[in-house]
């Protein structure tokens, strides 16, 4: 069986190594596993098993996102990028000698996973993770002018015009941009050095496919956000114009129901091995119960994720939600506390361009001489961390609560506003992870690159709860929200 069919591609990287797998060769789950060493935690959250792994499978597993990261291992799977490079050509110049040129100038791109689309069928334009239009000589502007009807309709945010520095391909696309946006319409134009060109195309078709990969989605808000979370409302309008993401309410009751009907669990050695205590250990079968409730849940409502409130918990069935969360998370189904919902929107974001919710936290201390914050909460996915222990939940003493260790190294922290009108994303280094009394159970000290970010938290912050990502990724969020 195929895996990856015509121009579109898998591309495996390992440090600075890359592999192309193309056309009818097989990929078997084993062959994976032996090229990137994978732990094999990361296959059981992505829900793969030992056999074939077509493309359509790969691409239900992993929710179409962009990436999947194993941060413990440094390695990565990046999914197909599908590009399509629509041509204006004008009927005055010879085609042999613009097709020569053509050809020249998109081999320097080092492109693999495009369709070049010559001639004047536009049709497909506006359905791919990104869509270029090759201005390829001077005398396209009437032709673009024409075709703008037709464009507009099925035309994604912005008009992405391609120009190489051959037949006036740049002068024309400077007229078409011009003309766009005399009549208030968003383009621009992509041109420079091969390695300008095709990093801003790898960006745009990657920042396209999260958004893809965003439409559509069924977010699940189980109980209303908690009484404390006076300012992270959200405007479910926008998000769904601008996103494609809807909102599903669902009643606390119904999930405590569940919970109550959940039938035992088997407690896997792993999680019998971290429990710090027997306290913990006998609230394992309870904890787990609550997840079963939770798969049903997203599974009834046919959710790519949820965010819970979860303190309601604690009286009804006396446990906690912060290791079915970090388990949910770890298996690709984003999972929020609190009933935040522009932590949920932040983290479902996050999970479309990396493959990983994030660490939901709170920020508990600030040294903005030092560039430094705290970050804890109780719950962390468990595909973040290297190790992690299990401990009660800090503000009840009850339950179970998740102390993780994640990877020291680059994080980005990211938060969207509940109505998209801005947004936080911001790069530093994880210093250390701890787990000391007196605070949530998964702790991060951040190191922020500009001492100067850490001064939001205290002017403008956008509500309590940021999202922390494991790997820099400021750049591809800012382009990501951009609003046009």
């Given at each position: 069986?195929?895996?990856?069919?015509?121009?579109?591609?898998?591309?495996?990287?390992?440090?600075?190594?890359?592999?192309?797998?193309?056309?009818?060769?097989?990929?078997?789950?084993?062959?994976?596993?032996?090229?990137?060493?994978?732990?094999?935690?990361?296959?059981?959250?992505?829900?793969?098993?030992?056999?074939?792994?077509?493309?359509?499978?790969?691409?239900?597993?992993?929710?179409?996102?962009?990436?999947?990261?194993?941060?413990?291992?440094?390695?990565?799977?990046?999914?197909?990028?599908?590009?399509?490079?629509?041509?204006?050509?004008?009927?005055?110049?010879?085609?042999?000698?613009?097709?020569?040129?053509?050809?020249?100038?998109?081999?320097?791109?080092?492109?693999?996973?495009?369709?070049?689309?010559?001639?004047?069928?536009?049709?497909?334009?506006?359905?791919?993770?990104?869509?270029?239009?090759?201005?390829?000589?001077?005398?396209?502007?009437?032709?673009?002018?024409?075709?703008?009807?037709?464009?507009?309709?099925?035309?994604?945010?912005?008009?992405?015009?391609?120009?190489?520095?051959?037949s006036n391909s740049l002068a024309a696309s400077v007229e078409i941009l011009s003309y766009l946006q005399n009549n208030g319409l968003h383009g621009e134009i992509i041109?420079?050095?091969?390695?300008?060109?095709?990093?801003?195309?790898?960006?745009?078709?990657?920042?396209?496919?999260?958004?893809?990969?965003?439409?559509?989605?069924?977010?699940?808000?189980?109980?209303?956000?908690?009484?404390?979370?006076?300012?992270?409302?959200?405007?479910?309008?926008?998000?769904?114009?601008?996103?494609?993401?809807?909102?599903?309410?669902?009643?606390?009751?119904?999930?405590?129901?569940?919970?109550?009907?959940?039938?035992?669990?088997?407690?896997?050695?792993?999680?019998?091995?971290?429990?710090?205590?027997?306290?913990?250990?006998?609230?394992?079968?309870?904890?787990?119960?609550?997840?079963?409730?939770?798969?049903?849940?997203?599974?009834?409502?046919?959710?790519?994720?949820?965010?819970?409130?979860?303190?309601?918990?604690?009286?009804?069935?006396?446990?906690?939600?912060?290791?079915?969360?970090?388990?949910?998370?770890?298996?690709?189904?984003?999972?929020?506390?609190?009933?935040?919902?522009?932590?949920?929107?932040?983290?479902?974001?996050?999970?479309?361009?990396?493959?990983?919710?994030?660490?939901?936290?709170?920020?508990?201390?600030?040294?903005?001489?030092?560039?430094?914050?705290?970050?804890?909460?109780?719950?962390?996915?468990?595909?973040?961390?290297?190790?992690?222990?299990?401990?009660?939940?800090?503000?009840?003493?009850?339950?179970?609560?998740?102390?993780?260790?994640?990877?020291?190294?680059?994080?980005?922290?990211?938060?969207?506003?509940?109505?998209?009108?801005?947004?936080?994303?911001?790069?530093?280094?994880?210093?250390?992870?701890?787990?000391?009394?007196?605070?949530?159970?998964?702790?991060?000290?951040?190191?922020?690159?500009?001492?100067?970010?850490?001064?939001?938290?205290?002017?403008?912050?956008?509500?309590?709860?940021?999202?922390?990502?494991?790997?820099?990724?400021?750049?591809?969020?800012?382009?990501?929200?951009?609003?046009?």
């Amino acid at each position: 069986m195929k895996f990856v069919a015509c121009c579109e591609y898998a591309r495996v990287s390992i440090g600075a190594r890359k592999f192309d797998t193309f056309g009818t060769e097989v990929l078997t789950l084993g062959k994976l596993q032996t090229s990137l060493h994978f732990h094999s935690r990361l296959f059981d959250n992505v829900g793969l098993r030992p056999k074939l792994l077509t493309l359509g499978k790969l691409q239900t597993s992993l929710h179409f996102h962009s990436l999947i990261r194993n941060f413990a291992s440094n390695s990565v799977i990046k999914t197909i990028m599908k590009i399509a490079i629509y041509t204006l050509t004008s009927p005055l110049h010879d085609e042999k000698a613009i097709a020569a040129e053509t050809e020249e100038f998109i081999s320097q791109l080092l492109l693999t996973d495009y369709q070049l689309i010559t001639g004047n069928d536009f049709e497909g334009y506006g359905t791919h993770a990104l869509d270029l239009i090759y201005v390829r000589t001077g005398g396209t502007e009437g032709l673009f002018k024409k075709l703008l009807p037709q464009l507009s309709v099925a035309r994604q945010k912005r008009f992405y015009l391609l120009a190489s520095g051959m037949s006036n391909s740049l002068a024309a696309s400077v007229e078409i941009l011009s003309y766009l946006q005399n009549n208030g319409l968003h383009g621009e134009i992509i041109h420079g050095q091969p390695d300008f060109i095709t990093s801003r195309i790898e960006m745009l078709a990657k920042t396209g496919q999260a958004r893809q990969s965003l439409n559509g989605c069924r977010l699940g808000v189980i109980g209303k956000p908690s009484d404390w979370l006076i300012a992270s409302g959200a405007n479910r309008v926008i998000i769904k114009d601008r996103l494609g993401i809807e909102f599903i309410d669902i009643e606390i009751a119904e999930l405590i129901a569940e919970i109550n009907q959940a039938t035992a669990c088997e407690v896997a050695p792993e999680l019998d091995k971290a429990a710090g205590s027997p306290q913990v250990k006998a609230s394992i079968d309870g904890a787990l119960r609550i997840y079963k409730a939770l798969k049903t849940i997203v599974s009834r409502y046919n959710l790519s994720g949820f965010t819970l409130r979860c303190f309601d918990l604690l009286g009804a069935v006396h446990n906690t939600g912060c290791l079915a969360l970090a388990k949910l998370n770890a298996e690709g189904i984003v999972a929020g506390c609190e009933g935040d919902v522009p932590a949920l929107l932040s983290m479902t974001i996050a999970n479309a361009v990396l493959g990983v919710s994030g660490f939901q936290a709170n920020p508990t201390r600030l040294n903005i001489e030092a560039g430094l914050i705290l970050f804890s909460h109780c719950t962390i996915p468990l595909n973040m961390v290297k190790r992690f222990k299990l401990d009660t939940h800090f503000e009840s003493g009850i339950g179970v609560g998740i102390s993780g260790y994640m990877q020291e190294g680059p994080v980005t922290i990211f938060k969207v506003a509940g109505d998209l009108s801005r947004h936080y994303a911001e790069e530093g280094m994880l210093v250390r992870s701890q787990s000391r009394p007196g605070l949530c159970r998964t702790q991060q000290i951040i190191h922020m690159r500009d001492a100067q970010h850490i001064r939001y938290f205290v002017t403008c912050p956008i509500g309590n709860h940021h999202i922390i990502l494991p790997t820099h990724c400021k750049a591809t969020l800012d382009e990501l929200m951009r609003a046009d």
